[in-house]
């Protein structure tokens, strides 16, 4: 859709083609891109997986959307002069009023609902008093922009300032003192609503002094539900992605085929006191004395267990082949478990290390993967390292799949057992060396 938009600009006809399922999102995307005009033709879903006669069939086949012979519907699209269908919604309105009118509780409760502004549990409805009082947690002005949010690329990019992130801090019902760290968490441009089929969630992980300021949880329970500080601040963080970036509507801004209950309140902090080795964010190039938060994209798959065991190594390495490969894990241990592998003579750098060098698969597994071949094949073909390597290797040759700076360690959790998990959690979206920009730890104290 990208490239299409790309050369629309330059005037060359072009029309995108994309699997049924996607119709709404196509041409949600085409008006956000400023080109309601582009054309889209359709195919049938899937097309992953099925084999080529297939395949050809859909061309020669029907277009499932407008019901019209595919190429038939193709080449009038690329030929045919616009017409006042094309022109409609060139331009729309994008303001919305600061201030509702004023109703009922119960009134004004269902309006959110239907307007897709919450996240279907009860909100606090965002009245002026409660938002000035939730504008009194920071100093920083209330029309000050913090950042811009967009469902998935392509998509627009809507920009908001602090009252915004206030209004979605108060419906969460999160604290004033809360708002410094929430709007970290806006400002850094990654979204707790990504589009993504795979139905991605981002977790978040606060480190230093803040987390004591704020009672947070690291001991028993630490990634559940009982602690105020982190259930509200991870669920400012997705109510504000939904309606700060323009939505995250089933079939139009969000496309997660299962869905991610992570996507709740995936907020977490350090255990940092309790942890042998240096917290996080100070391994990231921050002060101990500094309060930040870490955003991981992923949340997609969750692998555990306990230890470390005499077969620990063995346990790892089938975890880490068993990991969706597009998407790094991030380890969060028990207390008890980092403190197993200290005494056994681990750093952290150390078993990051051993991680990476043990996480492998043959060649033809690794590129058996849609993602993969969507959106790392690109770049090793260019020549990137490591990836071109791995395209490179023989079908049966075992390869690594991860670099240390891929894996990433976090420690919390009360004691009571030695467990671990791996999550999903690529540090920062599209991965390091790929160009991306996005800075995935924030200094919560800029927002305070």
Not at 122 to 135: C, F, G, H, Q, Y
Not at 240 to 247: E, F
Not at 330 to 356: H, N, Q, R
């Amino acid at each position: 859709m990208g490239l299409s938009l790309a050369l629309e600009e330059q005037g060359v006809p072009t029309v995108p083609v994309h699997t049924h399922v996607f119709a709404r999102l196509a041409r949600a995307t085409s008006l956000a891109g400023g080109r309601p005009t582009l054309r889209n033709c359709f195919v049938p879903q899937p097309v992953v997986g099925v084999s080529a006669e297939v395949l050809r069939g859909y061309i020669h086949g029907t277009d499932p959307i407008s019901k019209r012979p595919f190429v038939q519907e193709m080449i009038e699209a690329l030929t045919e002069p616009l017409s006042d269908a094309d022109m409609k919604g060139a331009s729309f309105e994008r303001s919305t009023p600061r201030l509702l009118e004023p109703d009922t509780e119960d009134n004004l409760r269902r309006l959110f609902i239907d307007q897709h502004w919450t996240d279907y549990l009860p909100i606090i409805l965002p009245t002026e008093d409660r938002v000035e009082a939730m504008l009194k947690g920071t100093r920083q002005p209330r029309d000050r922009i913090v950042g811009r949010l967009r469902p998935t690329a392509f998509r627009e990019s809507w920009e908001f300032d602090v009252e915004k992130v206030a209004v979605n801090a108060v419906m969460a019902g999160a604290r004033p003192e809360y708002l410094p760290v929430i709007l970290a968490m806006a400002s850094s441009g990654i979204t707790a609503r990504s589009s993504s089929t795979t139905s991605f969630a981002t977790l978040s992980v606060i480190n230093g002094p803040i987390r004591q300021e704020l009672g947070m949880n690291d001991g028993i329970g630490a990634m559940g539900p009982y602690n105020e500080a982190t259930a509200t601040i991870g669920r400012a963080y997705g109510l504000l992605s939904t309606n700060l970036q323009g939505g995250s509507t089933p079939g139009e801004t969000y496309m997660g085929s299962l869905g991610n209950w992570l996507a709740y309140t995936a907020c977490f902090s350090e255990a940092e006191e309790r942890s042998p080795w240096a917290p996080f964010h100070v391994t990231e190039g921050f002060k101990a004395s500094d309060s930040t938060v870490s955003l991981f994209f992923g949340g997609w798959y969750t692998e555990s267990g306990y230890g470390p065991r005499e077969t620990w190594q063995d346990k790892f390495r089938r975890c880490l082949a068993a990991v969706d490969h597009f998407v790094p894990p991030l380890i969060v241990m028990d207390p008890l478990v980092a403190k197993g592998f200290a005494e056994l003579g681990w750093s952290k750098e150390k078993l990051i290390e051993w991680c990476a060098e043990n996480a492998k698969l043959k060649a033809k597994d690794y590129w058996d993967d849609m993602a993969i071949q969507t959106l790392i094949r690109p770049h090793a073909v260019a020549g990137v390292e490591p990836f071109a390597s791995r395209l490179k290797a023989d079908p049966d040759e075992e390869i690594q799949i991860f670099r240390p700076e891929d894996i990433h360690i976090v420690v919390t959790g009360g004691e009571t057992q030695a467990a671990w998990k791996m999550f999903g959690g690529r540090y920062a979206l599209g991965g390091r060396g790929q160009g991306n920009t996005v800075k995935p730890t924030i200094l919560i104290d800029d927002w305070r």
